[in-house]
T-cell receptor
């Protein structure tokens, strides 16, 4: 089954404790992206990757890191989480890289709470 | 600057009645427009898109959307709402850089 898999789905952590949210897709997609969803703000892009070893900042990259060493994986790293990073996070992928006419496939989401 | 606006936080409709969820956009060049749906505790799912061609676009689950260039709108519609259509709906526009810009979302509540 074609899918985007995120882990963990739920996480409660404390300020400053490094964490990684993994994302993996099995559709051989070129493009991957991370979003955060906050009430009243919709989805905001954190980072995206057009292809392996190519990543770029989205609208709200502060406090986050990503890497794209393999095509299928795109982990989101919070080196020192803070309470304002409490949010619902989505990973998404798309077949299109540079010419985006297709659709995004989303993971189920990861709800992160930073105390 | 590219942007998407969904003027209604929530839309309430009775089952069997037609529904409309509104979206307006601002983008340079020809717009690529999308609708996504998010059911509770799930990720977003693609519903439909407008790239070019017929102004009325048909998508999944009986939904359709009407592109209106003069009004810069892309409203989502369905002739007869179902209770199972209750969800959060997002309109999105592709920016010239290739990324998607999402609206704030509209909660659709369909009552039996």
């Amino acid at each position: 089954e074609a899918q985007v898999t995120q882990n963990p789905r739920y996480l409660i952590t404390v300020t400053g404790k490094k964490l990684t949210v993994t994302c993996s897709q099995n559709m051989n997609h070129e493009y991957m992206s991370w979003y955060r969803q906050d009430p009243g703000l919709g989805l905001r892009q954190i980072y995206y990757s057009m292809n392996v070893e190519v990543t770029d900042k989205g609208d709200v990259p502060e406090g986050y890191k990503v890497s794209r060493k393999e095509k299928r994986n795109f982990p989101l790293i919070l080196e020192s989480p803070s309470p304002n990073q409490t949010s619902l996070y989505f990973c998404a992928s798309s077949l299109d890289g540079l010419v985006f006419t297709g659709e995004l496939f989303f993971g189920e989401g990861s709800r992160l709470t930073v105390l | 600057a590219q942007s998407v606006a969904q003027p209604e936080d929530q839309v309430n409709v009775a089952e069997g009645n037609p529904l409309t969820v509104k979206c307006t956009y601002s983008v340079s060049g020809n717009p690529y427009l999308f609708w996504y749906v998010q059911y509770p505790n799930r990720g977003l799912q693609f519903l439909l898109k407008y790239i070019t061609g017929d102004n009325l676009v048909k998508g999944s689950y009986g939904f359709e959307a009407e592109f209106n260039k003069s009004q810069t709108s892309f409203h989502l519609k369905k002739p007869s709402a179902l209770v199972s259509d209750s969800a959060l709906y997002f309109c999105a526009v592709r920016a010239p850089t290739g990324k998607l810009i999402f609206g704030q979302g509209t909660t659709l509540q369909v009552k039996p």
